[in-house]
């Protein structure tokens, strides 16, 4: 046997072991994102806070501003002694016994880009079941049976708790920062991006997965939770980082009439979206790009912040709608140019996430986003 056949035999022996298509060609290994300077052409005007670590934006101004490249985390990430604290419970969503999503999807490989429409992949998907860990703090303060404020997060944990929220809303509500609002947060689907669960939940322009929240997970919340939660959009917050951060700004762009707080990190309004949607072909890129520019203004408070080592380019696509920074940096611009209430912080010496920042500022974003919020009379 030559060593030409012999080589291309335990190739598609392995290809076969790891079920792994063996004409696929593997995305380029993913390189550091380079550092995007603020004070690029074309970027937004930033105020500078990076002179002193811990400064974040006054409470009551809009627009852009400047942080790091240290940080100083906050003391609301703290339990303070006397402090009461809320408490915490989980329960989990079998996909089967739900309408909506159902089933999910998953994919093996990540695809290809599609000769005849590079802004989306070929994709081959099989159907799933999964379950969704669903985790819900309740503040301390809560009267039984009124309704109340509530802030969906997504991305939520898959298994035990991840109290760093929980602290801080601990905090911010004894101080009367905050209202004392519910937190629902929501584990996705899984995977990520094209082809798999948490892609088609978080990248999809259109208000189904608002829906299936509404129909699927708050009913569950109330009824395992002994809670009530308000019916009032202006009382109603969705978080998110990454891709969670688009469908947070998804969910209230789609479905107004039921959120009009938002809050995303490292948001990705990019070209996500999959399978290919012909009314939306930019995916979420499509925000700044003309919906957001081309609508009418919608009643929402909005904040985002990007780290200046943010994602940049990191699959086959090439399709200049994959740099998150550039992205994000459109979406202050496009905000502002329109008047909509939003803050921007662009995040020195941060990567994808923010992590190191958001120690710092997330209470701060807590606060700014509930800003202005007054419960409907007899609520």
């Given at each position: 046997m030559s060593k030409q056949r012999m080589t291309a035999l335990i190739t598609l022996f392995v290809c076969s072991f790891l079920a792994v298509d063996p004409a696929f060609t593997a995305p380029p290994k993913r390189t550091a994102p380079p550092t995007r300077k603020f004070d690029a052409h074309g970027s937004p005007t930033f105020v500078r806070l990076d002179a002193k670590p811990g400064l974040n934006p006054p409470l009551d101004v809009d627009g852009n501003f400047l942080i790091g490249p240290e940080y100083s985390p906050a003391p609301e990430n703290e339990t303070v002694d006397g402090v009461p604290q809320g408490k915490v419970q989980q329960f989990t969503i079998d996909s089967k016994e739900t309408k909506l999503l159902n089933p999910g999807i998953a994919r093996k490989v990540f695809g290809s880009v599609d000769p005849q429409n590079p802004k989306t992949l070929i994709v081959e998907t099989h159907e799933i079941d999964y379950e969704r860990k669903i985790t819900v703090y309740i503040p301390s303060q809560y009267?039984?049976?009124?309704?109340?404020?509530?802030?969906?997060?997504?991305?939520?944990?898959?298994?035990k708790p991840n109290m760093?929220?929980?602290?801080?809303?601990?905090?911010?509500?004894?101080?009367k920062r905050v209202p004392a609002m519910i937190v629902v947060m929501i584990a996705n689907g899984g995977g990520d991006a094209q082809g798999h669960e948490r892609g088609k939940e978080y990248d999809t322009m259109s208000g189904v997965f608002a829906e299936y929240i509404e129909t699927e997970v708050l009913p569950r919340v109330e009824k395992n939770c002994?809670?009530?939660?308000?019916?009032?959009?202006?009382?109603?917050?969705a978080m998110g980082s990454s891709s969670g951060g688009s469908a947070a700004l998804i969910m209230a762009w789609f479905r107004t009439d039921l959120y009009h707080r938002v809050?995303?990190?490292?948001?990705?309004?990019?070209?996500?979206?999959?399978?290919?949607?012909?009314?939306?072909?930019?995916?979420?890129?499509?925000?700044?790009?003309k919906l957001i520019s081309e609508s009418?203004?919608?009643?929402?408070?909005?904040?985002?912040?990007?780290?200046?080592?943010?994602n940049f380019n990191p699959n086959v696509m090439r399709d200049g709608m994959h740099d998150w920074v550039e992205a994000n940096n459109r979406m202050a611009k496009v905000l502002k140019?329109?008047?909509?209430?939003?803050?921007y912080l662009f995040c020195q010496n941060s990567g994808h996430g923010v992590r190191n920042a958001k120690e710092q500022f997330l209470p701060h974003a807590i606060e700014w986003v509930w800003k202005g919020f007054v419960p409907k009379s007899g609520k």
């Amino acid at each position: 046997m030559s060593k030409q056949r012999m080589t291309a035999l335990i190739t598609l022996f392995v290809c076969s072991f790891l079920a792994v298509d063996p004409a696929f060609t593997a995305p380029p290994k993913r390189t550091a994102p380079p550092t995007r300077k603020f004070d690029a052409h074309g970027s937004p005007t930033f105020v500078r806070l990076d002179a002193k670590p811990g400064l974040n934006p006054p409470l009551d101004v809009d627009g852009n501003f400047l942080i790091g490249p240290e940080y100083s985390p906050a003391p609301e990430n703290e339990t303070v002694d006397g402090v009461p604290q809320g408490k915490v419970q989980q329960f989990t969503i079998d996909s089967k016994e739900t309408k909506l999503l159902n089933p999910g999807i998953a994919r093996k490989v990540f695809g290809s880009v599609d000769p005849q429409n590079p802004k989306t992949l070929i994709v081959e998907t099989h159907e799933i079941d999964y379950e969704r860990k669903i985790t819900v703090y309740i503040p301390s303060q809560y009267v039984p049976g009124s309704e109340a404020p509530f802030m969906v997060i997504h991305d939520g944990p898959k298994g035990k708790p991840n109290m760093s929220v929980p602290k801080i809303l601990d905090n911010l509500i004894a101080q009367k920062r905050v209202p004392a609002m519910i937190v629902v947060m929501i584990a996705n689907g899984g995977g990520d991006a094209q082809g798999h669960e948490r892609g088609k939940e978080y990248d999809t322009m259109s208000g189904v997965f608002a829906e299936y929240i509404e129909t699927e997970v708050l009913p569950r919340v109330e009824k395992n939770c002994k809670v009530k939660l308000t019916k009032d959009p202006n009382g109603r917050a969705a978080m998110g980082s990454s891709s969670g951060g688009s469908a947070a700004l998804i969910m209230a762009w789609f479905r107004t009439d039921l959120y009009h707080r938002v809050l995303t990190t490292s948001g990705t309004f990019v070209n996500q979206q999959w399978p290919f949607d012909p009314e939306y072909p930019d995916g979420a890129w499509g925000f700044h790009n003309k919906l957001i520019s081309e609508s009418p203004k919608k009643p929402l408070r909005i904040f985002m912040a990007i780290g200046d080592r943010d994602n940049f380019n990191p699959n086959v696509m090439r399709d200049g709608m994959h740099d998150w920074v550039e992205a994000n940096n459109r979406m202050a611009k496009v905000l502002k140019a329109r008047g909509y209430e939003y803050q921007y912080l662009f995040c020195q010496n941060s990567g994808h996430g923010v992590r190191n920042a958001k120690e710092q500022f997330l209470p701060h974003a807590i606060e700014w986003v509930w800003k202005g919020f007054v419960p409907k009379s007899g609520k």
